[in-house]
C-alpha cells in the first residue's frame, strides 16, 4: 500500500501544523509532538520510518517558510475531505496534540480551525 493512500499522513500534518502554531517550533514541542504521534494507536500501523519522514518533511517546509509550508500542509489535510471518517479524525488527533501540554490555546484552536476549513467540516462540531 502506497503511504499516501493510507491517509496517515494527514494527522501528521495536523500534529506539525499544530507544533507551529505560533510560528516558531520549540524543539521540546517538536520532540512532544513526534512522542504523541508515533504512540498513537491508529499511526502505529504505519511503519515508523514513512511517519518520521513525512513528520521531518512538514515540518522543514514549516521552518524554511511558515506560510508557505502551512499553505502545503494544508492542502496535504484537504485530500481527506472526501472521507468524513478519516477527516473528522485527522481534527480529533489535532485537538489531542493541540492539548497535549494541558493548554489548547486560542493559536492551536486557530490551527485546528483552519483544518477544519480545509475539510469541509463545521468548526463549531469541534467546540472551536
Known amino acids: 500500500?502506497?503511504?499516501e493512500a493510507c491517509g496517515c499522513v494527514r494527522p501528521v500534518a495536523v500534529g506539525v501544523d499544530n507544533a507551529a502554531a505560533d510560528g516558531k517550533i520549540d524543539?521540546?514541542?517538536r520532540q512532544r509532538v513526534a512522542q504523541l504521534i508515533f504512540s498513537n494507536e491508529v499511526l502505529q500501523n504505519f511503519p515508523a520510518e514513512d511517519l518520521q519522514r513525512r513528520f521531518d518533511d512538514n515540518l522543514n517546509k514549516l521552518t524554511a517558510d511558515f506560510d508557505f509550508g502551512k499553505v502545503s500542509v494544508l492542502q496535504e489535510i484537504a485530500k481527506t475531505k472526501k472521507k468524513p471518517a478519516e477527516a473528522r479524525a485527522v481534527i480529533q488527533i489535532g485537538i489531542v496534540i493541540?492539548?497535549?501540554?494541558?493548554?489548547?490555546d486560542a493559536t492551536e484552536r486557530a490551527v485546528v480551525?483552519?483544518?477544519c476549513f480545509a475539510l469541509g467540516l463545521p468548526?463549531?462540531?469541534?467546540?472551536?
Request: hydrophobic residues 25%; aromatic residues 14%; proline residues 9%.
Open 113 to 115: 480551525r483552519d483544518a
Open 27 to 29: 524543539p521540546s514541542e
Open 98 to 104: 493541540g492539548g497535549a501540554d494541558g493548554d489548547f
Open 1 to 3: 500500500m502506497r503511504y
Open 123 to 128: 468548526p463549531h462540531e469541534f467546540d472551536l
